[in-house]
DNA sequence: CGCATAGTTTACCGTATGGTCCATAACGGA
DNA sequence: TCCGTTATGGACCATACGGTAAACTATGCG
């Protein structure tokens, strides 16, 4: 019984997130967000209310993204260790792949706003925790499938890889070479302790 | 033969480079520089042009001091490994104690800035091939000292390492908790490769 | 003591920003 | 068809931004 919407609101909220995830929040003025989404202000701030709640929805939509695409990675066929050296590889891909230089919104929002905006860090920090999660129950698995050796606490391993993980975006976007990139992936996989009695120590390649 | 200056100029560039590393770079004013540095807008424009090249003035200070750090640390007393380690602790240390989650200016201008700005990504991008040059030389060291297993490339080690490093900076302005960053620290440590006939995969603690 | 030179201060400028308002348009229901 | 309701698009607003101009001030030299 009104007029209806011209437009589809996740598509805006995704053409909004890139244009944040180019030039950042505060960088990106209305008319970027205008041009971005083809919408003109009075529908943008009818749909979302203002500049920073459409940011927050933005962010919202990268995590989720961001967190299924690691399921998906942690979910193919294969054993725990395939999969987590999966994950790990096409992270390694993603970032090298990134030859814009877009970077990833989680950690470029987190630094520019983590410390300031609550609800930005609270996101940042949602997709963390999961991602933490998900990477510690895979590794779990590989313990309990005989891949990793036990006695190492899953969260404690996930810690490192995690930190290996958003180093790789970090240092690519400080115009690392890839070669950096993948040897971080490559290392990570082979120095995670496996059970005593099989190698993998020195070369990963026919472990991963 | 005319009126001198009322300031220290690098004391300037200090000022900042604080406050651009707590605000960003295109979040601080002109206010909030002369505000932070006691300057006016005149002397500020006199001596460094404008609020882009200072920005690039306190990039290099900043810069240099943390590369310098690095060195210091990788210069202390003892054996190579452990004045590796001992780089590696106080980097943790450090992230973990920036309670006012500032972080490292070099990463968030990266983040802001490096995909736009050449000058900043050339200043970003020395900060870290200097850092991994600095890392490569004291693990070969550790290698020639048999402290850690011959036969990996020193260079490709440091790219892991220095992953983890700026990994360590990254999640914990993601809300990471300490023990994330402790773990990371102490398994990087503990899981590179040492000499065949000496332990260290399982307890790092009576290594480094 | 002036005078040239350079530093400082303040007022100001044009522009771009985030945000609002309102006239108009497009729908569903009566 | 008419009306209530909501969406749209563009004009508009106050403000804050980076940067400039000019008046003023402090120094060294002659």
Redesign the pocket.
Known sequence: ???????DEDQVVCAARDQFRTTGY????????TAAT??????????F????ALFLRALDSYRDEAIAAIRADLSTAGSPLMRLAAHVHAMAAFVIGDTAQRGCLMAKSAAELASTDPEVARRVNQFLTEAHGLLAECIDAAQRAGELAPGHDPAQQANLVLVVLRGMEAVIRCGAPPSMVRDAAEQILALLPRPTGAAGSSDPSDRV
């Open positions: 019984m009104a007029r209806p919407r011209t437009f505060t960088a990106t003025s209305l008319d970027d967000l083809g919408l003109g202000r009075g529908s943008l701030y009818g749909a209310g203002d500049k920073h």
